[in-house]
């Protein structure tokens, strides 16, 4: 039987195997030419997901996007919806985003209750997942998009306890997000206080744009990054983002067979 994201993931966090999620802005992506060739890119980097969505879509190019995806590659499709108008039930999975770190209610439950009874009607995999903003900007498009403040880059100890409570309401995955795009990624001082405080697997995701970044992210306990904008300059920086994840898990291998 083939088994479910979430319990793949789990395992993999267990056995500290780390994975790489590409995200797929389908607004920012409308030519098929190069997102074919970011599709065989992705199959040669052996990319674990793909994540598809974004904070503001302005084509109705959901369906196409990930029908493209699915002519070319077996990597799970998983929705990473800035809102409950981006749902399409041919994804594999639905990262199901409570945003923890904000306090307005309709993106911590309202959306939610929404979209409910259209996603319990579908075969696709619901992914309960405490979503947390990180950074400095009070004024970035998504705390813009989101009306909600992000948590300080350097509150540590407000990330983690942040986690936990998500943890401790039953959330199964853990997203720390600094924004697409941003020049400083999440501190590894904060993806590490968040690891050493709950056991979901977790989620890191914005300005990761090289391998040096990718390998400290993983380093400080992220089970899965997210590249999303670098791609959109370069696609070819890919290829060392996933050298890094295989050295990690490389690594992780090696100790765990010395212990
Ligand atoms: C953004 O976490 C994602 O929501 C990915 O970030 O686009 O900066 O890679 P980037």
Redesign the pocket.
């Known amino acids: 039987m083939t088994r479910s994201i979430l319990e793949t993931l789990k395992e993999r966090t267990a056995g500290n195997r780390k994975s790489l999620a590409v ?1 797929i ?1 389908p607004d920012t992506i409308q030519e098929a030419g190069s997102l074919r060739n970011l599709l065989d890119l992705c199959q040669e980097c052996c990319v674990d997901y793909f ?1 598809v969505g974004g ?1 503001l879509l302005t084509h109705n190019s959901l369906s196409s996007i990930i029908q493209q995806i699915r002519n070319v590659t077996d990597i799970p499709v998983i929705l ?1 919806p800035g809102n409950n108008m981006q749902i399409d039930l041919s994804a594999d999975g639905i990262l199901f985003l409570s945003l923890i770190s904000g306090r307005n209610p309709e993106l911590l439950i309202g959306q939610h209750v929404v979209a409910a009874p259209i996603l319990k009607g579908s075969n696709m995999e619901i992914l309960p997942t405490g979503y947390l903003l990180v950074g400095n900007e009070r004024n970035s498009s ?1 705390a813009y998009m989101s009306n909600t403040n992000p948590i300080p880059a350097d509150k540590y100890s407000v990330a983690a306890s942040t986690a936990m409570a998500g943890e401790m309401l039953g959330l199964q995955l853990i ?1 720390l ?6 020049n400083e990624c999440i501190q590894p001082r904060m993806i590490a206080s968040v690891k050493k405080n709950t056991n979901c697997p977790l ?7 090289s391998k040096e970044k990718a390998r400290s992210v993983l380093r400080a306990g992220a089970d899965v990054i ?6 959109e300059t370069d696609p070819h920086v890919l290829i060392p983002i996933a050298e890094a994840v295989y050295e990690v898990n490389q690594a992780n291998n090696l100790s765990a067979k010395r212990s």
């Not at 997000?177 to 941003?182: A, E, L, N, Y």
Request: overall charge negative.
């Open positions: 995200l802005d994540f904070s990473f998504v997203y997000d600094g924004g697409s795009g941003v989620i890191i995701g914005g300005g990761i744009n997210v590249i999303g904008n670098a791609l």
